[in-house]
């Protein structure tokens, strides 16, 4: 572990924007990789006859996670003879271009927050809830309906299919984004160093972005 974080800040020195956006890239695969997963176990057992069993434990608490959090008025997995396949690499594609594309944004505005707001051995609890009320309250929004418009688009969608997405999906993302994220920043700000601080989110966002993926996914059918 030492040696792969002196390459990392051995990279991130040499090249920090790059670093960043290929860490991000993969980060994303990683997590797109889990919600398709997911997607499978859960279509496997509901597809068995008799539907899901008592010894599929997985599909159990997936099952009860969906009772719980619906992801759409629809079901994920509809009973339909037009099911995704096994495994769909172009959305894994679009989701690793995605954060490739949007690591540079992510480090500048860390970059931004972290001169806006320096902290100090004398001054580190308000200077990070600071970041994170910006952080919140402007780049949360703003990033959220930027995933959901590339996504869309990505998929072939236009003007009508983003406006449909966004009235589906964004403002309960939203919500979940505001339960998750200001614990996770809080943390992040006020004790990582900048380098890691979007390595960090990044690796957090695994299971946010295979959230996001799963209710990106849940409307398209």
Known sequence: MSRLISRFNAYYAE???LTMMITNAVLGGIAD???????????R????????????????EIHELDEKNPLSRTDLIPPSTKLPPPFDFERLTRFMAYGFIM???QFKWFQFLS?????????GLAPALKRV???????????LACFFTFMTVAEGGGRRAVAHKLQDVYLP????NYIIWPTVQVLNFRVVPLQFQLPL????????????????????V
């Open 15 to 17: 090249k920090p924007v």
């Open 33 to 43: 990789t889990v919600a398709q997963s997911l997607t499978a176990i859960r279509q």
């Open 45 to 60: 057992a509901i597809r068995k006859p008799g539907g899901v069993s008592k010894n599929d434990f997985l599909a159990i």
């Open 103 to 105: 690591a540079p944004v």
């Open 115 to 123: 001169r806006a707001f320096p902290i100090t051995k004398a001054a």
């Open 133 to 143: 009320a910006l952080d919140q309250l402007i780049f949360a929004p703003a990033g």
């Open 173 to 176: 993302s939203l919500k979940a």
């Open 201 to 220: 989110v990044s690796t957090i966002s695994i299971a946010w972005t295979a959230y996001l993926s799963l209710t990106n996914s849940a409307d398209e």
